[in-house]
């Protein structure tokens, strides 16, 4: 039992933030500025992202979330600069560690061809393309994976693929050129085989986009959420991930890590609110004193500082997990920080917004958008409530 | 002790709920649509809203917010109508009960003169203008009314306006004609003496609308939230309210009427999100069971309904003590439902948004909109912690 | 809509208050050091539980809460004044109106035949014996009360009664001279008509207390929770109530006035606390202020001013729609009441005994015991899951 | 970083859930069984306590929580020992590892002289005698320590001890030899230098126990919670602890073990409560499903696996840090801790009661105990508030 950072962790902590103090946070209000000032927010990404990209290869501080790759970091090791990422909204993109780009990096990784590794993996990890994930759909419930409707038919050297897909983050950004897809190669096999995955490029006949998805107000331009429409799009058969019959274990296999990586930058963005907070009411006066002699926002300090803690402890403990049991061993501590992390940041932001009044839920600082993120979250890559089902199932097989 | 609703407000219900199915309901979308195409969607109004308030002032549900206008409704009649408009997000500005303007109107209608009546009122009443309500300021903890820094100062038959403010709702509407503005006239006067309300018509020179800020991602335009710089502004010295130092003796008054008319609307919010819930839970089915049929659900459902009851009927009594013995006596109940009311509808939209998965935070239910709203009301005109206090020192009296 | 107590209420509140301080509150001390004494705690009732009822009895604060009785009040008129009773533990008894007799009275009184009214009632209503339920079994989950396990067989002009039977309240008490026995007489006729329900003297051979069980520590002897068991006891058949089978249905009816009344007492218990609360908090002084200037506090304050106000108008709506739309039309406002008061009073009186310290969970003031009693009713006549479920189900039929 | 508990703490925590398991739990109904029997419960322990003391001697578990003895543990070491003891009210004492002692322990290993340790120190190591701590007082707000009254006056060669103490855990106990007094020897001193600690015996003339305190309906016999009044009692000087003006200090020093002690008890009987749950519910039919199959039941294990993984995280940190950095730099992990742990186990365990149904707020099963000592604990020690403000006002430090 022990509970420091490495050197190594320690020195990349200490690069990590100061490369978000002199580049990253500066360029926050640049990047929205671009965005909000082009005719067509979606026609093209701010510049200075690319400028931030190439600052981080050049300091090496570049794909970090991937094992195999560059530094190879554990996941323990990962999470505090994960973490440090996740503080900025545009952060992890400008290291190459943002979702769902990192999650099809893994996929393609793991269970990805050699000739699907040079056409789609390389590029992704030199943050020359980006990819979205089209998984969720909306005429079903898909908190329950076994609903998806889509499907994908052998028909000689294709796959035919159909179905309408939405939340496929990323799907919007001008950039990306491939969807990793799922659906249903065999409907009549059993329950956990009838689905496939299978790489879709974006510029594919029948590939539309129906339109981006706001989540609270926020379209998320240029990167945004999208609805697509797969119409009888046809892809060569060597596009299949893996295997037929393999969707839900590369799901599985993918979600682990997506999963996690998503709470530790829930815990950044929960500690920026703190800070924020902290500056904020050491400043603001009202009724005679500083906010901060209040003891009502003294106890929003306390349990914020409290909900992150622990919070993070669980984080690094399921990455602990994965990296000396695996990712399958850890799949109740992961769903645990999945339930604990995204309610956590709600609360812990929350209380920085009403600690700061109108200014809180406005552009001026970044715990609204924080909050609108960390809110999907209790939802994407399944809801609280299936997980909590998944820990309870665990805990139960005891007796 | 009472519980039912009167014959005439039953009969209004009826009327409103035939009005808001027939017309609003379905004009949602046209709205929004209306606004989303727009190059700049400040620029105007949807046309749909003049076409609906026309409907609305035919049908004599118009004004029904002011006891001394048209169906002369107390309050506790009022309630449960202004609550069937907070059902939609577009539905009080249809029926002239939309804040600002409503608490403009009250002003007024109590404190103006016969020619500010003629002049602001009369058009107000008409929906033909638009007001907004210059309270809030950028640079102080405005939960403390008197940090207020704006400066209102005599200059022969003139008054000088300065100050910054923001959250200004209604600003940004192209129909927007005067704000009421609140300064200090006489910063050496007694703590509650030293301010003033004005009127300041909004083409009045140095008058800047600096920005519309947005509220988590809403722009709410063309309404809008407004930062306004006003740089020594001259106005008539009739256009002073009541008289100097009456500021805060106004926004007592003014406030009591807001709160509470934001609190029935909440109450429709709250009530249309678990409408929507239970109408997706039927038909939605994950793990082999309609969602309805699950234990989490049922127990999202019946809190829900205990919530808003038990919300609604402390809003039907803070009401009806406003009706029976003054505004004034009432404060007490008012602070609590200002407490009560947007957490409730917080977490009753949220567990509908839970319960809709991606859907429950995009554009197509009302859910998130509405949160977004709910979310400003545990800030906007007094947070949380300040009608706490209000509370707690009242109840502390007694001993 | 009207939200005041009519004059005559208000004269009964004044009275009873009268009552309470003058005689009620005095004597608590008294009460809980006789007991203390006694060597058997359960041989004997303190003396001067007998002469408070006699004085009540004369003032004709006797049998409230019984709508055929002296006073004849509704349920609306009865819920302010149970509420103060049940401001303390030896309350309701002292003016005939505690459970579970009184739910026992109401059965006598609605499907009591003559015989039984004269042998078991009459002797109720004068406060001359005591009763109790016997319903919950230990080796079955009783919240789904089909699972009942006891019998009542017929054998000729006798019922053969046998099952074992706990929380049968009162059943502890020497004055306690028979017992309402739920059981099966037909285990296989329909559901919801295999139930009976039948009277037993206590001092019928067969029936064998077995133990009385603590409530958090407390045993709250004389009156107690008993488990008893009943081995082949025989009563005659003019014993059973109503009829064979309709045992579910007299339970169906006698729980709703049962669980209101116990609602009634949580909100009197609530507001004590609140008062003990805020008296203690503005005599001591921490940090160099009176704990009543801490915010904290205040807001413990007005949370729980919120919680009662709220929990009560529902508690009285719930108590109007049993008077003028009926028991069964009111079983979801019944059930709404019965989730909400329980947590209500906890989380009042949670904070009371937080601003206590460690006065707050010892016998010096009435906290810790309403706690405990209070904590026992989120299980007692239905958990809190059942009554959501139930609410649930009732909301969802409209859609 | 690393989760994992080393073999060491492995094979002790085997050796001691074998010691529960065949020596404790089945003997907790034994132990209870002899104090309800009693004539007097305060005359006497239980002798099955001292058999089960013995055996723990043999098997070398002992005095596991000080570092200097025995087994020479570290904090991180003793934590997930502590738990296990923690899981059964009676198990503390077995070990020689129950409160107040231990404090008191600690407080004579750091600060008592040669002869302070000879005569109260060792016979406390061996179990022999028991002590308790007097400190609070019923006269004043004791949640800050600067309102402590009690007086220790020198005269020649000793010290004239005045003052009411109460909530002396442990006073009751027959074997209960002296206690550690705090109270003023200069009350002009500087703020934090005016209290010192001091050894008196419990059978010294003017000591006199007033009463013991009930904890919910508990007495906790024969243990107990004293009130004592100290009516000019003598003791020589060579009592006082360390020196004058030192009690402060001491204090600061002793209640930082003490208080993760409390912490890692209460994480051991959260996870007795959670075991006894996911039984419970397995074996319970309602509505026809096992209450294991029931959604709602179902979050409550997940949140309580998930509540209690946290809080043990993070007093393993709080322990790590006492180890490495020492208590005084981990002062803000121990106030953490201090917050988390009796409301985590306070929640866990009345999930776990409300499963149970009645059988859970009764005597058949150690929650509704268990709830009501980590009820205390939000008190005891420090409330949750002025350690929350403890923390803010580190938090506050960094800015």
Redesign the interface.
């Known amino acids: 039992?022990?509970?420091?950072?490495?050197e190594k962790?320690k020195a990349l902590q200490g690069q990590l933030t100061d490369f978000m103090e002199s580049v990253v946070y500066p360029n926050e209000r640049t990047y929205e500025e671009y965005v909000d000032n082009q005719q067509d927010p979606w026609s093209s990404v701010p510049p200075i992202m690319e400028e931030m990209k190439t600052k981080a290869k050049q300091a090496e501080l570049w794909n970090l979330f991937l094992p195999e790759e560059g530094r190879k970091l554990t996941n323990?090791e990962y999470a505090p600069l994960c973490e440090i990422m996740g503080r900025s909204v545009i952060g992890p993109e400008v290291f190459n560690c943002n979702a769902p780009d990192t999650g099809n990096m893994e996929v393609l990784v793991r269970y990805g061809s050699e000739e699907q590794k040079s056409q789609w993996l390389d590029p992704l990890l030199n943050g020359e393309i980006r990819s979205c994930f089209a998984m969720?759909e909306?005429d079903?419930?898909?908190?329950?994976a076994t609903?998806i409707e889509a499907k994908i038919e052998r028909d000689g050297d294709e796959y035919v693929i159909s179905g309408k897909k939405?939340?496929s983050s990323g799907g919007g950004d001008p950039r990306c050129k491939f969807a990793i897809f799922m659906g249903k190669t065999d409907p009549d096999a059993h329950r956990y085989e009838q689905q496939s995955m299978i790489i879709v490029p974006m510029d594919a006949p029948g590939v539309k986009i129906k339109r981006k998805?706001?989540?609270?107000?926020?379209?998320h331009a240029p990167h945004g959420h999208a609805e697509i429409e797969f119409d009888h799009v046809r892809v060569p058969v060597s596009n299949i991930l893996w295997g037929e019959g393999k969707g839900f274990a590369i799901a599985q296999g993918r979600l682990g890590p997506g999963r996690i990586h998503h709470c530790m930058r829930l815990i950044g963005s929960a500690e920026r609110a703190?800070e924020e907070m902290?500056?904020r009411?050491?400043e603001?006066?009202?009724?005679q004193r500083p906010?901060?002699d209040?003891?009502?926002?003294?106890?929003w300090?306390?349990?914020s500082?409290?909900d992150i803690?622990?919070?993070r402890?669980?984080t690094?403990?399921a990455a602990?997990?994965m990296d000396?049991v695996g990712n399958k061993e850890a799949k109740k501590e992961i769903a645990?920080i999945k339930?604990?992390a995204p309610s956590m940041a709600l609360r812990v932001i929350d209380r920085a917004?009403?600690a700061f009044?109108?200014?809180?839920?406005?552009?001026?600082f970044p715990m609204?958008?924080h909050?609108?993120q960390a809110?999907?979250l209790?939802?994407?890559d399944g809801?609280?409530?299936v997980?909590?089902?998944?820990?309870?199932?665990q805990?139960?097989l005891?007796?």
């Open positions: 039992m022990k509970f420091d950072y490495s962790v323990v969720t909306p079903v419930a898909s908190s329950d609903n939405w939340w998805l706001s989540v609270f107000g926020y379209t703190l902290c500056k009411v050491k603001r006066v009202a009724f906010l901060a209040q003891g009502v926002i003294q106890a300090i306390a349990d500082r409290i803690e622990q919070a402890l669980l690094l403990k602990y997990m000396t645990m339930v604990v917004i009403q009044g109108g200014a809180g839920v406005s552009e001026d609204a958008n909050w609108a809110r999907t209790r939802i994407a809801p609280d409530e997980h909590r089902r998944a820990v309870a199932k805990e139960l005891d007796y």
